[in-house]
Nanobody, 119 residues
Framework: QVQLVEAGGGLVQAGGSLRLSCAAS????????MAWFRQAPGKERELVAQ????????YYADSVKGRFTISRDNGENTVYLQMNSLKSEDTAIYYC????????????WGQGTQVTVSS
């Protein structure tokens, strides 16, 4: 079993920055792909960024490329999402997710953290 706890959300003005963190517990962390998803009101949950277990490969949604950076510290069992140049359309609940490398779909989810960007 893996437990994920997000932190770092809040209210920020457009153009500002926030750094989300996700602390994971469970022995599979070091071999798990990690990701950040978000869900805005009235919209479906979408993948924002993901990172492989080694940190060697990352993926970003087109809407956040060049503004967001995903990283991980396996020694601290933590994954981060640095969000710069925030826009009002980035307002959403952000969820951390994890899965074993051998599984296609994300299996474990955090409770979510609210990010609100005021224009």
């Amino acid at each position: 079993q893996v437990q994920l706890v997000e932190a770092g959300g809040g209210l920020v003005q457009a153009g500002g920055s926030l750094r989300l963190s996700c602390a994971a517990s469970g022995r599979i962390f070091n071999i798990a792909d990690m990701a950040w998803f978000r869900q805005a009101p009235g919209k479906e949950r979408e993948l924002v960024a993901q990172i492989t277990w080694s940190g060697g490969r990352t993926y970003y949604a087109d809407s956040v490329k060049g503004r967001f950076t995903i990283s991980r510290d396996n020694g601290e069992n933590t994954v981060y999402l640095q969000m710069n140049s925030l826009k009002s359309e980035d307002t959403a609940i952000y969820y951390c997710a994890s899965k074993p490398v051998t599984i296609m779909n994300y299996t474990y989810w955090g409770q979510g953290t609210q990010v609100t960007v005021s224009s």
